[in-house]
T-cell receptor, first 115, second 112 residues
């Protein structure tokens, strides 16, 4: 069974500092990996994805993520955090082998950027 | 793109009543997905359509749940004989062949 773990329920960083939100996954097969962000009372917004190729992927709003196959991780990063980055972040995985299109999400990490 | 829209945004119903939610995907997106999200959890997959065909269903989708996409455009999710455990945010998403799914704002269901 596929699963995603976000080991930190909450991450606090100061504005201007780098941020990292951690994600590890467990799948059989080669995964597609995603990061989404959810602001209060709003739906999930797509940030970035990894399918194949370069392990470092860049996405919206200056976010990037690094795929590490040996550590089965896909951590989200940003060099300089903004207060407006404060939100709930979800990592998700999809295993396309077998034709499934469902996303399996982690429980989410609440990011707070302090001014 | 006008984005994925969902109606209603909020629904309060009494236990035992039936409810129906609607999702309008981004135009020309042939794939449509339903998820359920409870407080403190990530979204959980319910079902998936490609055009009008329902191709994948989760075991979470009990007999009381039914989803349709009759013309391959909008979709409806019906819950019959609602239970308090059905209280959740119901999210709809759509996609093309580009893999990433785009989510709507959700319908928050409260069963009293």
């Amino acid at each position: 069974a596929q699963s995603v773990a976000q080991p930190e329920d909450q991450v606090n960083v100061a504005e201007g500092n780098p941020l990292t939100v951690k994600c590890t996954y467990s799948v059989s097969g080669n995964p597609y990996l995603f990061w989404y962000v959810q602001y209060p009372n709003r739906g999930l917004q797509f940030l970035l994805k990894y399918i194949t190729g370069d392990n470092l992927v860049k996405g919206s709003y200056g976010f990037e993520a690094e795929f590490n196959k040996s550590q089965t991780s896909f951590h989200l990063k940003k060099p300089s955090a903004l207060v407006s980055d404060s939100a709930l972040y979800f990592c998700a995985v999809r295993v396309p082998q077998g034709g499934s299109e469902k996303l399996v999400f982690g429980k989410g990490t609440k990011l707070t950027v302090n001014p | 793109d006008t984005g994925v829209s969902q109606d209603p945004r909020h629904k309060i119903t009494k236990r035992g009543q039936n409810v129906t939610f609607r999702c309008d995907p981004i135009s020309e997106h042939n794939r449509l997905y339903w998820y359920r999200q409870t407080l403190g959890q990530g979204p959980e997959f319910l079902t998936y359509f490609q055009n009008e065909a329902q191709l994948e269903k989760s075991r979470l989708l009990s007999d009381r749940f039914s989803a349709e996409r009759p013309k391959g455009s909008f979709s409806t999710l019906e819950i019959q004989r609602t239970e308090q455990g059905d209280s959740a945010m119901y999210l709809c998403a759509s996609s093309t062949n580009r893999v990433e799914q785009y989510f709507g704002p959700g319908t928050r269901l409260t069963v009293t």
